[in-house]
């Protein structure tokens, strides 16, 4: 820490004196109106094959820009958004006013160039630096380039220095970018429309989960922030929108783990005269659509296991059928899924404490999240799911207590979660009644009446989903962790 504050008071020491100088000749310290021409990974691409010789005849000069990110005698390594380049200091090229100033120059500093393109003995491009401006001072010392930063709490906190000092990292949120750019992309040119349902909720809705509370003062009303957008979107198809997504922020008031965060984003997209057997299909062509617009291939690795391609046929597995084919440890067959009996029987046998548990469909939901998911490492869809977890979902005709429902896991946990929606409006205000019921609480306040209105208008046969695009992030980039693939992931409280 000492040394640091002395670097530290060391720097400020010269701005100060580049401040002095700058004001003497009735200027601002930091040059102001520096236009850059080129990016170094433009350069290295157009001018990197060619040699000294045809470097020195085409004479061109150019303006760069950026970090100064290494110092060795006459050369300065200087990073841009896209590259770094190394820009070389000549006496012979510069004014002594101008060489003078370079030397106080540190690495952090953020500097403008113009000058020759040329290269050395070794055929390493660089600046012949003819003038040169400094844009802005760094203060605070970076990280040692050779050790980087080892401290992953200080990587997510201050995130602006893991970006400075990580190519890899910045790699990543570029990819993110061109995933979400290329969703955009796969559901315009399928005639999807993208819309923008409010942040704010009157009341919670849309799925299981605690929300956030704020209040409104004008209007004296509690509000939550959403825990998704589905309850408005499928009131645009009522409308008469019949191909709607979006990609917003959800937010959800429960804990933090390794694939879960409070603040999150998700696609969710909805069809109409369309099923949830076609969401399957259309969500296998988008995920390897994305990964190819984003990566250039569909060949991905997840932690250790490589080159799973998501080019091949998804996998598609009953929760039940899934329970058996990955529940071999425990002998696990048909007779296990007769009653609720059966399934507490087989809970006690596999050591699952199942206290909480008072109906069929919760537990055999838990018991695929025990027993299975973790092990679906290859792109799989699940579906039959029970209609004790899936309220907004349509029954099927044949078994009134499964639903036209999937979920598509890859590598070992849920990514998307589809189906056929419930448009029947008085079996949809049965399960709310129910829904409110399960959760111990009869405060009718939180029933969405408004809802249950615009399905009495009537909604077509509608298929939907929502996809977790921050888990699609972390699959496409192998990244264990969902703090990798969020610029700013929530962290506790700590003084700057």
């Known amino acids: 820490m000492i040394i640091k504050n002395y670097l530290i008071k060391d720097r400020l020491n010269k701005l100060q004196v580049l401040s002095k100088t700058a004001n003497k000749a009735g200027k601002s310290a930091f040059y102001n109106k520096f236009r850059r021409t080129s990016l170094a990974k433009s350069l290295k691409k157009i001018f990197g094959e060619k040699n000294k010789k045809q470097l020195v005849n085409l004479k061109l000069t150019t303006a760069v820009a950026g970090r100064i990110m290494r110092k060795r005698g006459p050369f300065i390594v200087v990073q841009d958004v896209s590259s770094n380049i190394q820009l070389y200091i000549d006496k012979k090229t510069i004014s002594n006013e101008i060489h003078k100033y370079i030397k106080d120059w540190d690495i952090g500093d953020i500097i403008g160039a113009i000058g020759d393109i040329d290269k050395s003995k070794i055929g390493e491009l660089y ?9 802005t001072k760094s203060i605070r010392p970076l990280p040692s380039k050779f050790h980087g930063i080892k401290d992953q709490e200080i990587r997510y906190r201050h995130r602006y220095l893991d970006f400075i000092m990580n190519k890899e990292v910045r790699k990543s949120f570029k990819i993110r970018t061109r995933i979400i750019s290329a969703l955009r992309k796969f559901f315009y040119e399928l005639y999807f429309l993208e819309a923008e349902t409010p942040i704010l909720h009157s009341m919670p809705g849309g799925a299981i989960a605690k ?18 957008p589905e309850l408005y979107l499928k009131r645009l198809v009522v409308g008469g929108f019949e191909r709607v997504f979006e990609i917003n922020k959800n937010f959800r008031n429960e804990g933090l783990s390794t694939w879960h965060n409070p603040e999150f984003t998700m696609l969710e997209f909805y069809w109409a005269f369309a099923t949830y057997k076609d ?18 291939t569909t060949i991905i690795n997840i932690g250790n296991i490589l080159n799973i391609d998501l080019s091949e046929p998804f996998d598609c597995l009953s929760m039940r059928d899934s329970l058996i084919k990955y529940g071999k440890t425990f002998s696990i067959n048909n007779s296990d899924f007769y009653d609720l009996e059966s399934l507490l029987f087989l809970s006690k046998r596999i050591g699952l404490t199942v206290a909480n548990y008072n109906n069929y469909g919760n537990l055999l939901n838990k018991l695929f999240e025990v027993i299975v998911e973790r092990k679906l490492i ?6 039959d799911y029970p209609v004790e977890v899936s309220p907004l979902a349509r029954s099927k005709d044949s078994n009134l207590n499964i639903t036209e429902r999937f979920e598509l896991f890859i590598g070992g946990r849920e990514i998307a979660n589809g189906f056929s929606e419930l448009n029947d409006y008085i079996e949809q205000s049965n399960r709310f009644y129910l829904q409110l019921r399960n959760k111990y609480t ?34 496409l980039t192998n990244k264990d962790s969902i703090r990798d693939v969020l610029l700013f992931p929530l962290l506790r409280s700590r003084k700057v």
């Open 127 to 135: 600046l012949l630096v003819k003038k040169a401006y400094i844009l």
């Open 211 to 228: 929300p956030f509370e704020t209040y409104n003062y004008s209007l004296n009303i509690k509000l939550y922030l959403r825990i998704a």
């Open 279 to 296: 969401l399957m299909e259309i969500t296998e062509h988008m995920i390897r659509f994305v990964a190819n617009e984003a990566l250039g």
């Open 378 to 383: 290859k792109p799989t869809f699940v579906t």
């Open 442 to 475: 009869y405060d009718l306040s939180n029933f969405d009446m408004d809802y249950i209105r615009a399905l009495e208008y009537g909604m077509p046969p509608t298929a939907g989903e929502g996809v977790g695009i921050d888990r699609l992030v972390m699959i």
